[in-house]
């Protein structure tokens, strides 16, 4: 009975594996750039039936970890704009993430979770830290750049925090990157009349960059308070 339970996150590796095999070449930048007049008239034609339709293929990339998820994210802001483009992105990548979270947890997850509370090395010190400060070292892990989405999906998982807390610091988490992304797909549009090249190294300047770092220093800060003593742990 037990591999049931594995049932779940096997099959999310094996669709991963054979989606980024076979998909990875189609899930581009140069693709949206090929069809971007079609999915224009579709979207002017068939608003709703649109928006259904890239939140279902949004959250299945992320479920099973396919390539393509910044592209997604342009491709929101290219078609819905900014403000619901943000909106739509940021609630499909928090929805997939809470499912591959919920496999993963019900899968491998108690059972690695319910080791680690019976150990006494290190992994188990890192753990009680975690669960002392949740919420902190989840907003940590994702605002974070060069943390892989989906391992900021996984790794909590089989630390065993609450589904709870994993969607609140998730969907929020999110929004400064998913906000810069959807920007940027937002403005696809002219580049593709004028037959231009974006510049996505814009990413990187300090005036965008430098936000989501001192997010990431507000999100450090009360772990390192704790850790000087100014201020008590939750356990009192």
Known sequence: MQI???IIPLGIIIIAIVGFTLFRDYLSYETLRDNHESLIKFKNENYWITVVIFI???VTLVT????????????????????????????AAATGATLIFLAAKNGFGNKLTQRIDASEGSIRKIRDGIKRDEISYLFLIRLIPIIPFAVANLVPALFGVS?????????????PGGLVFTWLGSGLSEIFKQNEEP????????????????LCLLSFLPIIL???????????
């Open 4 to 6: 049931k339970k594995y």
């Open 226 to 236: 704790k850790k000087l003593g100014i201020i008590k742990n939750q356990n009192g």
């Open 199 to 214: 510049n996505f190294s814009i990413i990187f300047e300090l005036y965008i960059i430098g936000p989501i770092l001192g």
């Open 64 to 91: 099973f970890a396919l390539p393509g998820s910044p592209i997604a994210s342009l491709t929101g802001g290219f078609l819905f704009g900014l403000t619901f483009g943000t909106f739509l992105n940021v609630t």
């Open 163 to 175: 589904l709870r807390n994993f969607f609140f610091t998730t969907y929020l988490g999110i929004i």
């Open 56 to 58: 279902f293929s949004y």
